[in-house]
């Protein structure tokens, strides 16, 4: 069993749609996640950060992270073209600075 | 402008030659990272230095070498004895006591 499962997609909606993109993990010390963006033959972008229970909003992105069911969701409103991407969750377990275990992406395309 | 620097963004490599990859950032970030994506795979983990004159082995050391003498830049070595170099690689950094990591552009090594 790989310790970050990710839906590789593609997953296609329309415009202004509510995109729910998911990650599961296995290891229960992994304690910090993340959501990065990727464009086609770029580097991710950070895009959230958090480290405790519950939901975090900025903007028209909410990240909701379950440690009691480990599981991780990222939810984009109002979805426009610009947000197609692969999406990259990422987590670690310590506080300091280690190296982050990654899920595959998902491949979201937002139909015009 | 703050950021992190990866060259060259294309690189091609003969069968048995070494190659190195440059990686600078003016973040005045601590840590730094080297990773590695194949297509349709999660970024894996090569190299990390927490902090000048240290590193430490990621999930996938074989075949590469790094070294950390200044705060800014982290070169990662592609050496003969990596067997299948063909692949993406990102250079990320962070604060030390924050483990959020910046991408790079990244560098696009091929094996002619």
């Known amino acids: 069993q790989k310790e970050v499962e990710q839906d590789p997609g593609p997953l296609s909606v329309p415009e202004g749609a509510i995109v729910s993109l998911n990650c599961t993990y296995s290891?229960?010390?992994?304690?910090?996640f993340m959501w990065y963006r990727q464009y086609s033959r770029k580097g991710p972008e950070l895009l959230m950060y958090t480290y405790s229970s519950g939901n975090k909003e900025d903007g028209r992105f909410t990240a909701q992270v379950d440690k009691s069911s480990k599981y991780i969701s990222l939810f984009i409103r109002d979805s426009q073209p610009s947000d197609s991407a692969t999406y990259l969750c990422?987590?670690?377990?310590?506080?300091?600075?280690?190296?982050?275990?990654f899920g595959k992406g998902t491949h979201l395309i937002i139909q015009p | 402008d703050g950021g992190i620097t990866q060259s060259p963004k294309y690189l091609f490599r003969k069968e048995g030659q070494n190659v190195t990859l440059s990686c600078e950032q003016n973040l005045n970030h601590d840590a730094m990272y080297w990773y590695r994506q194949d297509p349709g795979q999660g970024l894996r983990l090569i190299y990390y230095?927490?902090?000048?004159?240290?590193?430490q082995k990621g999930d996938i050391a074989e075949g590469y070498s790094v070294s950390r003498e200044k705060k800014e830049s982290f070169p990662l070595t592609v050496t003969s004895a990596q067997k299948n170099p063909t692949a993406f690689y990102l250079c990320a950094s962070s604060p030390r006591s924050v483990n959020e990591q910046f991408f790079g552009p990244g560098t696009r090594l091929t094996v002619l």
């Open positions: 290891n229960s010390a992994f304690q910090y």
């Open positions: 990422a987590m670690y377990s310590g506080g300091g600075a280690d190296g982050l275990t």
């Open positions: 230095s927490q902090i000048v004159n240290d590193f």
